[in-house]
DNA sequence: GGGCCCGCAGGG
DNA sequence: CCCTGCGGGCCC
């Protein structure tokens, strides 16, 4: 890698990700969540080992209000730059292309994406500059200008409206790309590069761009930002949230497949209505905003966005429909951006236990979650939107995660055959947000707009369409969409989000741990080493012990040997020595032919491992109490002992006293050895599930801890 | 990339 | 308590 020294002073300072996520300092990409830091003001991502001790953040809650150090104070951004030009942005910029020019580990096309992420960078800090506190801040050129035609489509040759950027690093309208490349043309109308076949039957929306001109244009028009900070698209990696999605000790798999959700961080209740104002976001008191994009559904559940980690519509049929998601699961979906045609749920084959299908099978209705968005219709009310990237068909899906993208209304809905030749509920979704969406570059939110045309219309039934007035309105005096009505009142508890079920149900695991590691000392413990007994021996007077315990209580004498001698002399001289602990009843004949107590020892192990996997799990989800379980563990760890059980005979054959049986028929009794239990799926099918096991302690701590 | 699997969350 | 569900991990 050929680099001059001076470019080298600067590249390995303070360099942020390139736009594939790779570090431009140490050249890897982040393996960790917590490895990356997105800067709150140009939403650059970072990578934390590789920045300067002084520029990380003091405290992981301020990652959130993070600002790089390009964004930063201009003396903190000044500081590393060579002193000459450290008052001249330009050559920061200048600096940061040579270097990429001069990378010979880079393809052109490559240098071309560095480049314009760079310049987009640098636009953005120069436009951020333009605060309200510098009176002469139109007057300072920006070290890019985003005016000067280098961004702008090369179709139409205007700054390109929805830009879709080529992998050449050309721009293009998404209207424009689009009917270039209906017909069949797959090179760049700029450079003649080839565009990849996927990006032309689907092209996506560059919203970072989008952005930039839009911040771009507020500069230019002195329309001051609010904040002077963009409060658009943050890339939210919830890393300092207190509590993450786990995995419980019936998941079977790790990750996030069968995980139990995290905290709720808002407190607005479950069935709220539109978009999550700040007072809501006590962790950063600034609510929700456009363009948040979560990892996944779990996180995008912890933000409030969109409740459900499956579904795709959250809403009660009597009540209303408070979101919805764009995840490409129904193929009648129709994405416009502003507008959208949504299917309804329903319809589908869930036999065989699966979540999801992709093939319609039967008709769907206007029922349940179908029903609670036509509530929603009928009253007006708005529905949150989030999009994933999952949903391939659309150029207004995020390239990555899911993204929430404000409020619509849902103007009409019908019931049509879809393409699998099944009746759809159908959902005309407008947007009635006061934020820009995400892919648009104009500097402010909607107004109300026409209603486009649906052809299908024609062939629908069971039309519904809002006679009275919505609940949710543009007001045109302020300017703004509000609540004209009152929003439904909350059924849920107001203020909060009420525990969910998975948090109860972790509060109740914990409270199992305690439960099975009590049970285990109090029935399965040695009266001897007060230990969870290893080989248990049940003696006739019902006490037990470990088998080596009982051994060493009569160490010397072992009543192994005892038992090879079976002279009437020899057992007469024992029979003053060998009593019971406990309970000082003659054990001697017993102890000719001791049987360790195999079922009392298979409940043990089932207990034990019970206990150790509930305790694992725990310790995994709140890393506090250590020492507790420590502590429990030692004592739930069996006495120490060889494995020679083989001395004992294995035929088992009802010599084993009752208590015993005693003790089995309680632990049944109490669920303890958690039967399988058969769960009917639809249409028949069967898969088998742990029941859980509560008991009325359990469901006591639950309500204290409550 | 498609299919399978399955814990969870929430509605009714 | 049963049913549903526009996830996500893993295997092939």
Same mark, same amino acid.
């Given at each position: 890698?050929?680099?001059?020294?001076?470019?080298?002073?600067?590249?390995?300072?303070?360099?942020?990700?390139?736009?594939?996520?790779?570090?431009?300092v140490?050249?890897?990409?982040?393996?960790?969540?917590?490895?990356?830091?997105?800067?709150?003001?140009?939403?650059?991502p970072?990578?934390?080992?590789?920045?300067?001790?002084?520029?990380?953040?003091?405290?992981?809650s301020?990652?959130?209000?993070w600002?790089?150090?390009?964004?930063?104070?201009?003396?903190?951004v000044?500081?590393?730059?060579?002193?000459?030009?450290?008052?001249?942005?330009?050559?920061?910029?200048?600096?940061?292309?040579r270097?990429?020019?001069?990378?010979?580990?880079?393809?052109?096309?490559?240098?071309?994406?560095?480049r314009?992420?760079?310049? /987009?960078a640098s636009?953005n800090?120069?436009?951020?500059?333009?605060?309200?506190?510098?009176?002469?801040s139109?007057?300072?050129?920006?070290?890019?200008?985003?005016?000067?035609?280098?961004?702008?489509?090369?179709?139409?040759?205007?700054?390109?409206?929805?830009?879709?950027?080529?992998?050449?690093?050309?721009?293009?309208?998404?209207?424009c790309?689009?009917?270039?490349?209906?017909?069949?043309?797959?090179?760049?109308?700029?450079?003649r590069?080839?565009?990849?076949?996927?990006?032309?039957?689907?092209?996506?929306?560059?919203s970072? /761009?989008?952005?930039?001109?839009?911040?771009?244009?507020?500069?230019?028009?002195?329309?001051?930002?609010?904040?002077g900070v963009?409060?658009?698209?943050?890339?939210i990696?919830?890393?300092?949230?207190?509590?993450?999605?786990?995995?419980?000790?019936?998941?079977?798999?790790?990750?996030l497949?069968?995980?139990?959700?995290?905290?709720?961080?808002?407190?607005?209740?479950?069935?709220?209505?539109?978009?999550?104002?700040?007072?809501?976001?006590?962790?950063?008191?600034?609510?929700?905003?456009?363009?948040?994009?979560?990892?996944?559904?779990?996180?995008?559940?912890?933000?409030?966005?969109h409740?459900p980690?499956?579904?795709?519509?959250?809403?009660?049929?009597?009540?209303?429909?408070?979101?919805?998601?764009?995840?490409?699961?129904?193929?009648?979906?129709?994405?416009?951006?502003?507008?959208?045609?949504?299917?309804?749920?329903?319809?589908?084959?869930?036999?065989?236990?699966?979540?999801?299908?992709?093939?319609?099978?039967f008709?769907?209705?206007f029922?349940?979650?179908?029903?609670?968005?036509?509530?929603?219709?009928?009253?007006?009310?708005?529905?949150?939107?989030?999009?994933?990237?999952?949903?391939?068909?659309?150029?207004?899906?995020?390239?990555?995660?899911v993204?929430?993208?404000?409020?619509?209304?849902?103007?009409?809905?019908?019931?049509?055959?879809?393409?699998q030749?099944?009746?759809?509920?159908?959902?005309?979704?407008?947007?009635?947000?006061?934020?820009?969406?995400?892919?648009?570059?104009d500097?402010?939110?909607?107004?109300?707009?026409?209603?486009?045309?649906?052809?299908?219309?024609k062939?629908?039934v069971?039309?519904?369409?809002?006679?009275?007035?919505?609940?949710?309105?543009y007001?045109?005096?302020?300017?703004?969409?509000?609540w004209?009505?009152?929003?439904?009142?909350?059924?849920?508890s107001?203020?909060?989000?009420?525990?969910?079920?998975? *948090?109860?149900?972790?509060?109740?695991?914990?409270?199992?741990?305690?439960?099975?590691?009590?049970?285990?000392l109090?029935?399965?413990?040695?009266?001897?080493?007060?230990?969870?007994?290893?080989?248990?021996?049940?003696?006739?007077?019902?006490?037990?012990?470990?088998?080596?315990?009982?051994?060493?209580?009569?160490?010397?004498?072992?009543?192994?040997?005892?038992?090879?001698?079976?002279?009437?002399?020899?057992?007469?001289?024992?029979k003053?020595?060998?009593?019971?602990?406990?309970?000082?009843?003659?054990?001697?004949?017993? /102890? *000719?032919?001791?049987?360790?107590?195999?079922?009392?020892?298979?409940?043990?192990?089932?207990?034990?491992?019970?206990a150790?996997? /509930?305790?694992?799990?725990?310790?995994?989800?709140?890393?506090?109490n250590?020492?507790?379980?420590?502590?429990?563990?030692?004592?739930?760890?069996?006495?120490?002992?060889?494995?020679?059980?083989?001395?004992?005979?294995?035929?088992?054959?009802?010599?084993?006293d009752?208590?015993?049986?005693?003790?089995?028929?309680?632990?049944?009794?109490?669920?303890?050895?958690l039967?399988?239990?058969r769960?009917?799926?639809?249409?028949?099918?069967?898969?088998?599930?742990?029941?859980?096991?509560?008991?009325?302690?359990? *469901?006591?701590?639950?309500?204290?801890c409550?």
């Amino acid at each position: 890698m050929a680099q001059s020294t001076d470019s080298n002073s600067v590249m390995s300072r303070r360099l942020p990700c390139d736009s594939d996520g790779v570090c431009m300092v140490c050249k890897t990409k982040p393996t960790t969540v917590t490895d990356s830091l997105t800067c709150n003001t140009c939403i650059t991502p970072w990578h934390l080992p590789c920045l300067p001790e002084s520029d990380r953040p003091p405290t992981l809650s301020d990652a959130h209000n993070w600002c790089c150090p390009d964004c930063a104070a201009p003396t903190t951004v000044t500081q590393p730059l060579p002193p000459p030009s450290s008052d001249d942005p330009s050559s920061h910029l200048m600096a940061s292309i040579r270097a990429i020019q001069d990378d010979d580990s880079l393809t052109d096309q490559q240098k071309a994406k560095k480049r314009m992420d760079i310049m /987009l960078a640098s636009s953005n800090i120069s436009h951020n500059s333009n605060n309200p506190s510098s009176s002469s801040s139109s007057s300072v050129p920006p070290a890019f200008d985003i005016f000067d035609g280098t961004l702008n489509c090369s179709i139409c040759m205007q700054l390109p409206e929805r830009p879709v950027t080529t992998p050449c690093g050309h721009n293009f309208c998404l209207k424009c790309f689009q009917k270039c490349f209906s017909q069949g043309n797959r090179k760049c109308a700029n450079c003649r590069g080839a565009i990849p076949p996927k990006m032309v039957s689907n092209p996506r929306i560059n919203s970072q /761009l989008a952005i930039a001109i839009r911040l771009a244009k507020m500069a230019r028009s002195g329309c001051a930002v609010p904040g002077g900070v963009p409060k658009v698209y943050h890339f939210i990696h919830n890393q300092d949230r207190p509590d993450t999605a786990f995995t419980t000790e019936r998941a079977k798999k790790t990750g996030l497949a069968n995980a139990c959700s995290g905290k709720i961080f808002v407190t607005v209740p479950p069935d709220h209505f539109g978009p999550i104002p700040a007072e809501n976001d006590p962790t950063r008191n600034r609510g929700v905003l456009v363009g948040e994009t979560w990892m996944n559904r779990m996180d995008c559940r912890q933000w409030g966005a969109h409740l459900p980690h499956v579904a795709g519509i959250a809403g009660q049929s009597a009540y209303g429909a408070q979101s919805v998601a764009l995840s490409g699961g129904y193929v009648d979906d129709e994405d416009h951006g502003e507008w959208f045609l949504y299917t309804g749920s329903g319809g589908r084959d869930l036999s065989g236990n699966k979540r999801t299908n992709k093939n319609q099978s039967f008709d769907q209705k206007f029922e349940n979650m179908n029903e609670a968005l036509r509530v929603s219709c009928l009253k007006g009310y708005p529905v949150r939107v989030v999009r994933s990237s999952k949903e391939k068909r659309s150029a207004y899906a995020p390239d990555e995660g899911v993204r929430y993208d404000g409020v619509y209304r849902i103007e009409k809905c019908w019931r049509k055959v879809g393409q699998q030749g099944c009746k759809v509920c159908r959902y005309l979704f407008v947007r009635c947000d006061n934020e820009p969406a995400p892919w648009t570059s104009d500097d402010h939110g909607d107004k109300p707009r026409a209603l486009p045309k649906i052809k299908e219309l024609k062939g629908a039934v069971d039309l519904t369409e809002r006679k009275a007035a919505p609940s949710w309105d543009y007001d045109e005096e302020k300017g703004c969409w509000l609540w004209k009505r009152p929003p439904p009142e909350s059924r849920k508890s107001a203020g909060t989000v009420s525990p969910v079920k998975g *948090q109860i149900r972790a509060v109740k695991r914990k409270v199992k741990v305690a439960s099975v590691k009590e049970k285990l000392l109090k029935e399965f413990a040695c009266q001897i080493c007060r230990k969870v007994m290893c080989n248990p021996l049940t003696t006739p007077c019902a006490h037990n012990f470990c088998k080596a315990c009982l051994e060493g209580a009569f160490s010397g004498q072992s009543f192994i040997r005892e038992r090879a001698s079976q002279s009437g002399r020899s057992l007469r001289a024992q029979k003053n020595i060998m009593r019971c602990p406990s309970c000082q009843n003659d054990i001697a004949e017993y /102890l *000719q032919n001791p049987q360790v107590n195999r079922q009392m020892m298979g409940i043990i192990e089932s207990l034990q491992c019970e206990a150790e996997q /509930l305790s694992e799990n725990s310790s995994e989800s709140s890393d506090k109490n250590d020492e507790n379980q420590k502590n429990e563990s030692e004592v739930l760890k069996p006495c120490e002992e060889d494995d020679d059980d083989d001395n004992y005979d294995d035929n088992d054959d009802g010599n084993d006293d009752d208590s015993s049986e005693k003790v089995l028929e309680e632990i049944k009794d109490n669920d303890l050895n958690l039967p399988q239990k058969r769960r009917k799926v639809a249409k028949g099918a069967v898969v088998t599930m742990e029941e859980e096991h509560i008991d009325e302690v359990e *469901q006591d701590s639950v309500k204290a801890c409550n």
